[in-house]
């Protein structure tokens, strides 16, 4: 099995930083990406920021500038560093791996329990 497990959130005032943290674990063939998600109360999950095996990155508009996504070179683990926090970043934070695991490297979608991040304005 694999297991995700995230940490580092809290509560931050306004203009802040965090840095999550998510640490794949398991029987793990190759990671391919790992994404930060959130869910904020009332509203859809959306994507964040996603790091594939090869570095390459994406962010969403609104955290463009401010969040940073990096990892260690096999992606297992990987970090969210949150900048100029915003009250409108309040959200459960997951963690999602795109990865491939067993003797036939088949590929799997796995997600962590979330972590709480809330700003203060």
């Known amino acids: 099995q694999v297991q995700l497990v995230e940490s580092g959130g809290g509560l931050v005032q306004a203009g802040g930083s965090l840095r999550l943290s998510c640490a794949a674990s398991?029987?793990?063939?190759?990671?391919?990406?790992m994404a930060w998600y959130r869910q904020a109360p009332g509203k859809e999950r959306e994507l964040v920021a996603l790091?594939?095996?090869?570095?390459?990155?994406n962010y969403a508009d609104s955290a463009k500038g401010r969040f940073t996504i990096s990892g260690n070179n096999a992606k297992t683990t990987v970090y969210l560093q949150m900048n100029s926090l915003k009250p409108e970043d309040t959200a459960v934070y997951y963690c999602?791996?795109?990865?491939?695991?067993?003797?036939?490297?088949?590929?799997?979608?796995?997600w962590g329990q979330g972590t709480q991040v809330t700003v203060s304005s």
């Open positions: 999602n791996a795109d990865l491939q695991r067993g003797p036939w490297g088949f590929q799997y979608n796995y």
């Open positions: 398991g029987s793990i063939l190759r990671i391919n990406s």
């Open positions: 790091i594939t095996s090869g570095d390459n990155t």
